[in-house]
């Protein structure tokens, strides 16, 4: 599900004045300006609000936060378990009793304007499969979509990424590297490590 205008519904704490936008202009009162009661887009204030208000919402439904992964709320009936994986206004949801995702859904859409997406297909990268034996996840729509932006969609394929006694040196005859390109390119192979760990050596050898 997806969460409409989500920094909108976050308050803040701190005093933050406007002036009076066009529309909204009080001509009897043209040096006074507004205070605003919630956060507004572009404030830096507004992320932390807006999760401030879901994390209280969902905690006082009952919901604990996880200890490793702080965005994962839990809640444990009688033989089942509701999951809930926050991403700024992204939520994805599951738990081993269908009602369970229909209670919150309901609930959740009387809190908040919401978006139903349907069955997750899609989530920061991650293509998923979702089939009668299991869930599978697949990164080949990420993969070729940063060979594509680094220029190296015609490459072909190796059976090894690098040798694990490779050591690599400074080549001083070499034509200097685009530092911005380089480390845009170790960023991205870095978060694809998270699902595909086995290019992790060869990553880390090429990034020092």
């Known amino acids: 599900m997806d969460v409409k205008s989500n920094f909108l519904n976050g308050f803040i ?9 066009p529309g909204f202009v009080d001509y009897k009162y043209l040096n006074h300006v507004y205070k605003r009661k919630k956060a507004l887009y572009g404030l830096k204030q507004a992320p932390r609000s807006w999760n401030d208000k879901l994390s209280k919402f969902l905690i006082e439904n009952d919901y604990v936060r996880g200890k490793l ?24 949801f599951g738990s081993t009793n269908l009602s369970l995702c229909e209670e919150f859904a309901k609930t959740m ?12 297909t899609f989530f920061l990268g991650l293509q998923i499969k979702q ?26 394929e190796v059976a090894t990424f690098i040798s694990t006694s490779c050591n690599l ?31 992790m050596f060869v990553v880390c050898k090429i990034s020092t």
């Open 13 to 21: 704490q701190e005093e933050f004045y406007v002036e009076q936008p």
């Open 169 to 199: 040196d400074l080549d001083e005859k070499g034509i200097a590297v685009d530092n911005s390109k380089f480390r845009g390119i170790i960023g991205s192979l870095l978060y694809l490590t998270a699902s595909r760990s086995h290019i």
């Open 69 to 92: 992964n702080n965005t994962l709320f839990m809640k444990k009936f009688k033989k089942d378990t509701m999951y809930v994986q926050v991403y700024v206004d992204d939520i994805v």
């Open 131 to 156: 089939l009668n034996d299991g869930s599978f996840i697949s990164r080949s729509k990420y993969c070729n979509e940063l060979l594509k932006k680094f220029g190296m969609d015609s490459c072909k």
């Open 109 to 120: 859409q009387g809190e908040f304007k919401m978006s139903m997406m349907g069955e997750l």
